[in-house]
């Protein structure tokens, strides 16, 4: 479907960090330019979990492509997905019977949660990935206080008021702070409901919340969590989930709300791929250019590819999918400019920051370890400056502002016919 003739051609599947980074990059280099994603929107995934809180709306994180990339001749969005890719004829294929021929095609697929095996427990939990995702686990967390408050039955009532987020990580940490936070603040405006009511837990399988900071840091944030009403129960692998039960090696717990963020693998471009050795979580192993050894046409970018740096593979996060986008940006115009291919992709550690409900966060700036008021601050500069336009900047600082200092929540409406439409 590229028209323009004697121009390289660039296909760029997905538009998270990598692919929205390595597609900005690529505008005004001497390319046709096609971008494919399931959805119409960038996501900023790393603020999910407010949106789940009802501290942010959902369009505070979630910036249309086409805004993002602007009117140019050479550039396409196109939602579908790309369900096969022919590499002998360089040609993907998607779900709308439509196909794109590429020089270079860029893949930016992105992880989904991985159930180590137990996909049956899928259907009893929810997920932080996308905007549907968030949406359903806000509409479960404050429908649930609403039934809470109707039903006559006391084991219903706990098991209503009761939330499992499994998973002691930053996203695991940070969904059951923000529970905490805004069960708190509806205790403050519905006399029939108290705090001492709710339960909220979080099962990690390990001795210590937050594995990747350092063993002060977890501690801090087990506290902190503590601090805020979370029941933290290190050391506990979870054996079986069906609705509403969540069963340790240890306890069972009633729970209406049962939210999975214990591990991620790869998605899209494994399958896409399929003829290609996978590594850990089911990533794709990239050379020092971001290139598939087995075809250096395909460069694979964020959760997708494996890149190790000095012997270890880098983390998926958002600081490292945007650099890598950044960085192949710079390469492809090169490529299409007929220069040479030859700067190696330089990681730069830029840090790692988790919040631990309001006002309380853990932080590793340039190896310098920081917790508490200070991190929490430093953590919303950083995630207002990666946000991806002014306009979401400015609705997520001016949601923050009301949320934290005029201690008011304006985005939990329960909507669950919006959530169904996301998809």
């Known amino acids: 479907m590229f028209d323009t003739k004697n121009k390289p051609k660039i296909v760029v599947i997905g538009a998270g960090f990598g692919g929205i980074y390595v597609s900005k990059g690529l505008i005004k280099s001497n390319a046709e330019i096609a971008i494919i994603d399931r959805q119409n929107h960038h996501l900023f995934q790393p603020l ?6 009802g501290i942010l709306s959902a369009g505070s994180v979630a910036t249309p492509i086409r805004a993002i990339i602007g009117k140019n001749a050479n ?3 196109r939602m579908e997905s790309v369900i096969r890719i022919d590499r002998q004829n360089k040609k993907v294929f998607t779900d709308q019977d439509n196909s794109y ?14 159930y180590f095996g137990n996909d049956s427990w899928k259907k009893y939990t929810y ?18 206080i609403e039934k809470a408050l109707t039903t006559k039955d006391p084991d219903e009532k706990k098991k209503l008021l ?11 940490v940070e ?8 069960t708190k603040k509806l205790t403050k405006e519905e006399l029939k409901l108290e705090f ?74 494994p399958a896409l791929l399929d003829d290609i050795p996978k590594q850990k979580n089911n990533r794709i192993k990239v050379n020092k250019f971001l290139q598939v050894e087995e075809d250096k046409s395909i460069f694979v970018l964020g959760d997708s590819s494996y890149f190790e740096d000095s012997g270890k593979a880098l983390p998926g996060l958002g600081s490292v999918a945007k650099q890598q986008g950044e960085y192949l940006s710079k390469q492809l115009t090169s490529i299409c400019a007929g220069k040479s291919f030859d700067k190696e992709f330089l990681y730069v550690d830029l840090g790692i920051m988790a919040t631990i409900g309001r006002s309380a966060a853990v932080a590793n700036i340039a190896n310098i370890p920081i917790k508490g008021f200070l991190a929490w601050l430093l953590w919303g500069l950083v995630h207002i400056l990666l946000l991806i336009s002014f306009r979401n900047r400015l609705w997520v600082f001016t949601s923050w502002i009301w949320t934290y200092f005029l201690d008011s929540l304006e985005a939990r409406n329960i909507n669950a016919s919006y959530a169904k439409d996301l998809d």
Do not use: H
Not at 162 to 172: E, K, L, N
Not at 175 to 182: D, K, S
Not at 203 to 225: F, N, P, T
């Open 196 to 269: 001492s009511d709710i339960n909220i837990y979080l099962i990690e399988a390990m001795d210590r919340v937050l594995g990747m900071y350092s063993e002060d840091q977890s501690e801090y944030a087990k506290k902190s969590l503590e601090k805020i009403g979370v029941q933290v129960k290190l050391k506990s692998m979870v054996k079986n989930i069906e609705e509403s039960v969540v069963e340790t090696n240890e306890f069972t717990i009633n729970a209406s709300t049962i939210v999975w963020a214990a591990g991620v693998k790869a998605i899209g471009a």
């Open 101 to 114: 021929n590429y020089d270079y095609l860029v893949l930016a697929t992105g992880s989904t949660y991985d």
């Open 127 to 144: 997920t932080l990935k996308t905007l549907k995702d968030a949406v359903n686990l806000r509409n479960k967390i404050y429908s649930s």
């Open 48 to 53: 999910l979990y407010q949106v789940a809180g």
């Open 162 to 172: 009761s939330f499992v987020v499994i998973g002691g990580g930053p996203t695991g």
């Open 75 to 77: 550039t396409f969005v």
């Open 175 to 182: 969904m059951a702070g923000v529970i905490a936070e805004v």
